[in-house]
C-alpha cells in the first residue's frame, strides 16, 4: 500500500453528483451510488463527498442519502456540509462515516471542532480550509457560505484548528477547483511548515505528476475531482481511477 492517500472528491447537489469550476458553473456528472460502486473496484484508498450547498442554504446533512451511500461505501468515507453542532456529527458516524468534514462550521465556531476531538478523536474530524488570492495577491480563507472567517490568514487559521484538537487539514484552492492546472504548491508547503498535522492537498489536480509536486512540498494527501470523474480533451463523464502500479511510479 502506498503512504500517500489518493482521495476523489465528489460535489453533492440536490442528491446527485457536480463538478465545479472555482466554486461555480456546476454540472451534473450522474448518480453518486453509481459513482460509489465504481470507485468500490478501483482499490481507491478513501472517499469524499461534499454537499456544497447545504451550508449555504442552511440546512442539514442530507442523513438518508448518505446513510445509503455509507451502505454501499467499501472504503473510509468523509463526507462535510451542513454539519453545524456535535449532534449532527454523532450522527454521521453512526451511519457509517469515519471523518466529518468541517469548513462553515468551524469558520464559524472553532469550538465545535474541540468539543467533536474530545468526544471522538481528532483523527475523525478534518478541518477544510478553503483559500483565495485577494487583489493584492494575499492568500484569504474563503467561505462558500458568505461567512466571516474567525482568522481570515489560512495559515494561522490551520494552526488555530490545530490547537482545538483538528487530526487533519484539507486545503483547497478555490481559484484552481476544476481548472486542472496543478495544485498551489506554495500554499500547501506554508501550511506543512507551519503545523503538525496532515495536510490534504486539493484544488487543481490534472494528473498524477501533480500528485507527485504536492507530496514533495509536503502534503501527506492528495485529493482531486476532475481528473476521477472526466476524461479526454472534451472532458467526456467517466469515471475513473488510477491502478496502484500507476500511483507507485508517481509516489513511491
Known amino acids: 500500500m502506498l503512504q500517500t492517500r489518493v482521495i476523489p472528491i465528489l460535489l453533492l447537489r440536490n442528491k446527485g453528483l457536480v463538478k465545479t469550476q472555482k466554486f461555480d458553473k456546476a454540472k451534473y456528472i450522474g448518480d453518486p451510488i453509481n459513482a460509489i460502486k465504481i470507485f468500490n473496484d478501483k482499490e481507491v484508498d478513501e472517499l469524499v463527498f461534499l454537499d456544497i450547498d447545504a451550508s449555504k442554504k442552511g440546512l442539514r446533512p442530507d442523513f438518508e442519502l448518505i446513510a445509503n451511500i455509507a451502505s454501499e461505501c467499501f472504503m473510509p468515507l468523509g463526507y462535510g456540509g451542513g454539519i453545524s453542532n456535535i449532534d449532527d456529527i454523532k450522527l454521521l458516524f453512526s451511519i457509517g462515516v469515519e471523518k466529518v468534514i468541517l469548513n462553515s462550521?468551524?469558520?464559524?465556531?472553532?469550538?465545535?471542532?474541540?468539543?467533536?476531538?474530545?468526544?471522538?478523536?481528532?483523527?475523525?474530524?478534518?478541518?477544510?480550509?478553503?483559500?483565495?488570492?485577494?487583489?493584492?495577491?494575499?492568500?484569504?480563507?474563503?467561505?462558500?457560505?458568505?461567512?466571516?472567517?474567525?482568522?481570515?490568514?489560512?495559515?494561522?487559521?490551520?494552526?488555530?484548528?490545530?490547537?482545538?484538537?483538528?487530526?487533519?487539514?484539507?486545503?483547497?484552492?478555490?481559484?484552481?477547483?476544476?481548472?486542472?492546472?496543478?495544485?498551489?504548491?506554495k500554499l500547501i508547503e506554508k501550511m506543512c511548515e507551519a503545523i503538525n498535522l496532515p495536510v490534504v492537498a486539493s484544488g487543481g489536480a490534472s494528473g498524477r505528476n501533480d500528485f507527485k509536486e504536492a507530496v514533495k512540498v509536503g502534503a501527506s494527501a492528495v485529493?482531486?475531482?476532475?481528473?476521477?470523474?472526466?476524461?479526454?480533451?472534451?472532458?467526456?463523464?467517466?469515471?475513473?481511477?488510477?491502478?496502484?502500479?500507476?500511483?507507485?511510479?508517481?509516489?513511491?
Open 105 to 185: 462550521a468551524a469558520i464559524q465556531n472553532l469550538n465545535l471542532v474541540k468539543e467533536a476531538a474530545d468526544i471522538f478523536g481528532g483523527q475523525s474530524i478534518v478541518v477544510s480550509i478553503d483559500v483565495k488570492k485577494n487583489m493584492w495577491g494575499k492568500y484569504i480563507v474563503f467561505s462558500h457560505a458568505k461567512l466571516n472567517p474567525l482568522v481570515t490568514d489560512p495559515v494561522e487559521f490551520a494552526k488555530a484548528a490545530q490547537a482545538a484538537g483538528a487530526g487533519e487539514i484539507m486545503v483547497n484552492a478555490v481559484d484552481r477547483d476544476g481548472m486542472m492546472n496543478g495544485y498551489d504548491t
Open 223 to 252: 485529493a482531486a475531482g476532475s481528473i476521477f470523474v472526466y476524461h479526454g480533451p472534451h472532458k467526456a463523464v467517466l469515471i475513473n481511477y488510477p491502478t496502484q502500479s500507476e500511483l507507485k511510479s508517481v509516489l513511491s
